[in-house]
């Protein structure tokens, strides 16, 4: 599991979201000293993600419930498998099941779609890279979820890699002052940060080529025919990414033409859950 210092933050903040002052419908008709065991079971197949969330879930309600995790985050799974169980106070599991299966189902989703598309690029040396765009607070978890499904996190945030994006450059008055006063920037702060630098067109790479001090070049909404020409003038001086638009559908072409990664954002924004039910 990845290490998220707010987690419990995170469990406890989404429990006070749906339980407020009490799980009414629970506490009107579940008698307080019902025990039973529940089971966490797949509804189709796909990668599984979320395991230790969900059971710190569980325990947070109720520390006396007994979980048992019985597949692995990054494990394939298929419709009808048990993921998990639990035991104890039925009250408990039923004010901890619908927070339990929201972090689950959707790291999951993420995990399955990251695979698919991971699996589009076998054969190739390009690899998947997730994004920013993801849910605020969730962001360690979602990228958890593209490490488990097989993809390769960017950067975290803004703190821990340069990205200068076309607004930069247009704001720092072009491409030659953006990297000259970043590369300032990192000497005068003492920062050992990677620089990428977003380039929209082969007018602005060449500009990036001739005056080089970056160490990766996103190219950014180019077709494959602009980027496979693009990738052919870097020549691997750099490290190449691709990124802006690309799909499922068009995956495979843009890694045929040999850049390095290939950044999707719908990986974390644009994802269906995976479908997973809890079953007394």
Not at 13 to 40: F, N, Q, W, Y
Request: charged fraction near 25%; aromatic fraction near 4%; glycine fraction near 8%.
């Amino acid at each position: 599991m990845m290490n998220i210092s707010n987690l419990d933050e995170i469990i406890r903040m989404a429990l006070r979201e749906d339980v407020g002052d009490g799980d009414h419908s629970t506490l009107a008709c579940i008698p307080a000293e019902a025990v039973g065991t529940a089971k966490m079971v797949a509804k189709q197949d796909g990668i599984l993600c979320g395991t230790e969330v969900g059971k710190r879930v569980f325990e947070t309600v109720d520390q006396t419930l007994k979980v048992n995790v019985l597949k692995n985050d990054g494990d394939r799974i298929a419709k009808g498998d048990v993921v998990m169980t639990v035991s104890g106070h039925s009250g408990s599991i039923l004010t901890a099941e619908r927070t339990a299966l929201n972090f689950m189902q959707r790291l999951s989703g993420i995990a399955t779609q990251t695979a698919t598309m991971v699996r589009m690029l076998e054969g190739t040396n390009t690899r998947l890279l997730d994004t920013r765009k993801t849910t605020p607070n969730m962001r360690l978890l979602e990228k958890y979820a593209v490490h488990c499904g097989g993809g390769t996190n960017h950067r975290i945030g803004l703190y821990d890699m340069i990205m200068l994006k076309d607004n930069h450059i247009d704001f720092a008055g072009g491409i030659s002052q953006a990297i000259d006063r970043t590369r300032d920037y990192l000497v005068r702060t003492g920062r050992n940060l990677k620089i990428e630098i977003e380039v929209r067109n082969l007018d602005e790479l060449q500009q990036v080529l001739d005056h080089g001090g970056v160490d990766r070049i996103m190219l950014d909404n180019f077709d494959t025919t602009t980027l496979a020409e693009a990738v052919s003038r870097i020549d691997h001086r750099y490290e190449t990414e691709a990124s802006g638009g690309i799909t499922d559908q068009t995956l495979r072409q843009y890694a045929e033409t040999g850049v390095d990664f290939i950044s999707v954002g719908a990986l974390t924004h644009h994802i269906k859950s995976l479908d997973l039910s809890l079953i007394v």
